[in-house]
């Protein structure tokens, strides 16, 4: 576990997927990816596969969030693993509807 502080940029250990903390929560976070957690960008990898229950990938340029909102993170280089902090899968954020225009 780690403090997470905006601007940080991540890689996953068993796959592709990189991403940069827009907004973290106060404290430490179990942040992962692919069922393993997430390591610096100047570290190795671990060369395992993602687990087959978290491998449904990311998505390049979007903004991935937690049910309380608190943490968000946008995807700078997509991979094969599902983002995660502690045992709760992030989700995409929805983009906010526009207001119409009467």
Known sequence: MAELKAGTRLQSAV?????M???APAGDADLGCGGS?????????SGDAPDAAQSDGTQLGKRYVNEAGDLELLCTKPGAG???????TLVLKEAKPLPSSD
């Open 21 to 23: 903390v827009i907004s």
């Open 37 to 45: 957690s997430m390591i610096a960008m100047d570290a190795d990898k």
């Open 15 to 19: 796959c592709d997927s990189e991403v």
């Open 82 to 88: 599902s983002l995660s902090l502690a045992a709760e």
